[in-house]
């Protein structure tokens, strides 16, 4: 069964399904986990996405995570190993139609630190919301069902916008 990619408008359930799986992971993961964020289209009101949950989880030690690919699994959640980013483990829910992901890796990493600034760049920028949703319907419609396809019509935007989120937060932390 092929995967098929579509761009949902916002649902209010979202952040509902975030903190039901939260309490999972707060679970299974206890002290280890630092931070356990919802990222994501998802995890901005009003913003188009499709319809998985991201989420952001900090840990103490990727070791202890190895050691819990069972517990996850019980979860629901296949394990993909760092999935092309190093320092992470990577886990999908739902199958073919994901439901979840989860990103794990360990504190301060860069690619948690940028994840967390692209959403909060997207909260705090309507008009940079606005375009990437515009974008969004656009690959999703463009893309056939190809996820490299979808992901590279995106690829130009994030990046610059990660660019400007990294300015805005410099800014921002400096008139604090």
């Given at each position: 069964?092929?995967?098929?990619?579509?761009?949902?408008?916002?649902?209010?359930?979202?952040?509902?399904?975030?903190?039901?799986?939260?309490?999972?992971?707060?679970?299974?993961?206890?002290?280890?986990?630092?931070?356990?964020?919802?990222?994501?289209?998802?995890?901005?009101?009003?913003?188009?996405?499709?319809?998985?949950?991201?989420?952001?989880?900090?840990?103490?030690?990727?070791?202890?995570?190895?050691?819990?690919?069972?517990?996850?699994?019980?979860?629901?959640?296949?394990?993909?190993?760092?999935?092309?980013i190093a320092g992470r483990r990577y886990f999908q829910k739902g199958g073919v139609q994901r439901s979840h992901h989860l990103h794990i890796f360990e504190e301060n990493h860069p690619h948690a630190e940028d994840h967390r600034l692209f959403r909060d760049y997207l909260k705090t920028h309507k008009q940079a919301a606005f375009?990437?949703?515009?974008?969004?319907?656009?690959?999703?419609?463009?893309?056939?069902?190809?996820?490299?396809?979808?992901?590279?019509?995106?690829?130009?935007?994030?990046?610059?916008?990660?660019?400007?989120?990294?300015?805005?937060?410099?800014?921002?932390?400096?008139?604090?």
């Amino acid at each position: 069964m092929k995967r098929v990619i579509k761009v949902l408008a916002y649902n209010p359930k979202w952040p509902e399904m975030f903190f039901e799986t939260k309490r999972s992971l707060v679970s299974l993961l206890g002290e280890q986990a630092t931070s356990i964020e919802h990222i994501g289209s998802t995890s901005i009101p009003g913003l188009c996405a499709k319809p998985i949950i991201d989420i952001l989880v900090e840990v103490k030690s990727l070791s202890h995570i190895d050691s819990l690919i069972t517990k996850f699994e019980e979860l629901g959640f296949v394990s993909k190993g760092e999935n092309g980013i190093a320092g992470r483990r990577y886990f999908q829910k739902g199958g073919v139609q994901r439901s979840h992901h989860l990103h794990i890796f360990e504190e301060n990493h860069p690619h948690a630190e940028d994840h967390r600034l692209f959403r909060d760049y997207l909260k705090t920028h309507k008009q940079a919301a606005f375009n990437y949703a515009e974008l969004k319907l656009l690959a999703a419609e463009a893309c056939n069902n190809d996820m490299k396809k979808y992901m590279a019509i995106k690829d130009g935007f994030i990046k610059a916008r990660l660019e400007e989120a990294k300015l805005w937060n410099k800014k921002t932390l400096s008139n604090i």
